[in-house]
């Protein structure tokens, strides 16, 4: 493997161009080899972004320039390897969500939620620059996916649970203008799950919102509780579980979407722009009390997300 190695050098008076350079490798998840020289493992992405740090320093009067290492023996990749650990990072991300594990009982519901959210976005942040990710990463997001397992189950008991099961393929014609029926105030699987249907399944499809599960008539095509039509299956969500019961998935736009909504409804791998996403939905729940309208509006937002992925998939 080829690293690139960004060599700079600033006057001792510098201190705002030293701060800025500093501040801007570690950012960017940067090893330090030795004083004044970082590395990033080699790619084009790397590359403009060294550059442009170069940059900095030679505008705060010093200098900066960016070289290619590659023929490292085994010893040697062993060894620039392990300046890239992030284990520590991990460590202390995972010993938080342990004592906020502990102590969750005695907190209310929404503040845990909020303090759970926090450390995910943090964890979120240590990927983004670990660059050779291992058990401490997968340990780590298996303690937030647990806690955040336990936190569902406290707030809302009516989620459903995934099912190990196959997923039929169902025919779109079978399913033209039926009511479907979900559980009331959605959230993120059901609204962006209600969407899909609008407009890739059931055009003219009439969507109820169930005070209770229990409340679903037996003609009624239930989505995302247990015992409904289509729900939780295996490690899909029940917008994954729609993908793939009606063939959609060979659309790499609706697969990156389906992606985003996994992650705020069950964790998992981090999309980067979900905790935007996130936000924006949470806002808009919070100030549309009306399901219909809050869907209507929502609609908007995964429209616009479609076509976002649209456009950076071509």
């Known amino acids: 493997m080829s690293y690139l190695a960004l060599f700079v050098s600033l006057p001792t008076k ?17 090893a330090t080899l030795r004083d004044g020289v970082y590395l990033l493992p080699d790619s084009v992405d790397s590359a403009a972004v060294l550059d442009e740090v170069a940059g900095h320093a030679v ?33 202390n991300i995972a010993g938080e969500i342990r004592d906020l594990g502990r102590s969750q009982a005695s907190l209310d519901g929404a ?31 298996s303690l937030i996916d647990d806690l955040r397992a336990a936190l569902m189950r406290r707030l809302s008991p009516d989620e459903p649970t995934a099912r190990p099961a196959d997923i039929p393929v169902c025919a779109r014609a079978d399913f033209q ?42 003609d009624w095509l239930g989505f995302d509780f247990d015992g409904a039509t289509f729900s939780h299956v295996g490690t899909k969500v029940t917008f994954e579980t729609l993908l793939a019961s009606f063939e959609l998935e060979s659309d790499p736009a609706l697969l990156r979407l389906g992606a985003l909504v996994h992650c705020l409804d069950a964790g998992g791998l981090p999309v980067p722009e979900a905790p935007g996403i996130e936000a924006l939905l949470a806002g808009l729940r919070a100030s549309e009390p009306d399901d219909d309208a809050l869907h209507a509006r929502a609609c908007e937002i995964f429209d616009w997300l479609l076509q976002n992925y649209k456009d950076n998939t071509a």
């Not at 510098?14 to 570690?26: D, L, P």
């Not at 959210?117 to 997001?141: K, M, N, S, Y």
């Not at 699987?189 to 969407?195: G, I, K, M, P, T």
Request: net charge positive; aromatic share 10%.
């Open 59 to 91: 505008e705060a009067g010093g200098s900066g320039e960016v070289y290619r290492l590659s023929g490292c023996d085994e010893a040697r990749e062993d060894a620039l390897r392990a300046l890239f650990d992030r284990s520590e990072e991990y460590a």
């Open 111 to 141: 503040v845990a939620a909020r303090k759970l959210q926090t450390l995910g976005r943090r964890f979120e942040q240590v990927t983004r620059i670990d660059f050779f990710p291992g058990e401490a990463q997968r340990q780590t997001l």
């Open 14 to 30: 510098a201190s705002t161009g030293r701060m800025r350079v500093w501040r801007s490798v570690k950012a960017l998840g940067c």
């Open 177 to 218: 203008g039926r009511v479907w029926a979900t559980r009331a105030r959605p959230w993120v699987d059901r609204l962006a799950s209600a969407w899909l249907i609008r407009r890739f399944i059931d055009p003219h499809a009439r969507i109820v919102w169930l005070a209770s599960p229990s409340d679903c008539k037996a």
